[in-house]
């Protein structure tokens, strides 16, 4: 049977602990599908975060915003609406090109990210990030097995009342967790890294200003 929906992903999850199938979890009318209704998406986003799966990956182009941020940096870049997890940040400049900025040239808060001083001429940024998408049909194979058996590791001891339920989810998620990353991760060319040495240069010059920042 295909998976087409989330609804077949959470029975996936039920087969794991040998449980009665649902109708609909969107729509919940059972004590179960409000269970797997209220972890369905978290369980989702969790593993969106945990690896830059290659069938969530996206690219934009993002406007600097009108506002000027405070406390030393020079520009604020609003993210998309679906941004789950930031994987890499370029610019490029009309005399110098850096294809991407350092970590410490940038802060990410508030659903924006922060350029610092030695960055102001610069007036967009190239995002490629990891994107809340909900659409299963684009979902990797691997990355549905892995999210059933993660519902079914959350919700093992809810439905079933048994630890052993959840003691046998978990080696089973430990295995499979490791083998989809693996293979999601093969699938993807290594990056070249190219940074201006005017950029770099004028990044030390500058780096002196704001020796009181926090690096998360």
Known sequence: MAVNSSTDICNLALDLLSADTVQDIENPTSATESILNRWYDQSRKKLLREHPWNFAIKRVILAANSTRPA?????????????????????DLSVNKETLLPKDSYQFENNKILLND??????SLRLIYVSN???????????IDLLAHEIALSV???????????????????ARSMMAKAIDGQERPPSRIERSRALSARRRAGSTHRNDRVIF
């Open 133 to 143: 998408n909900v659409t299963v049909s684009q979902f990797d194979p691997m990355f």
């Open 71 to 91: 406390f030393g940096y020079s520009a604020s870049f609003s993210i998309p609406s679906d941004f789950v997890r930031l994987l890499s940040l370029s610019s």
């Open 156 to 174: 093992a001891y809810k439905i079933t009342e048994t630890n052993t339920n959840v003691e046998r989810i978990q080696s089973l998620y430990r």
């Open 118 to 123: 030695y960055y102001g001429d610069v007036t």
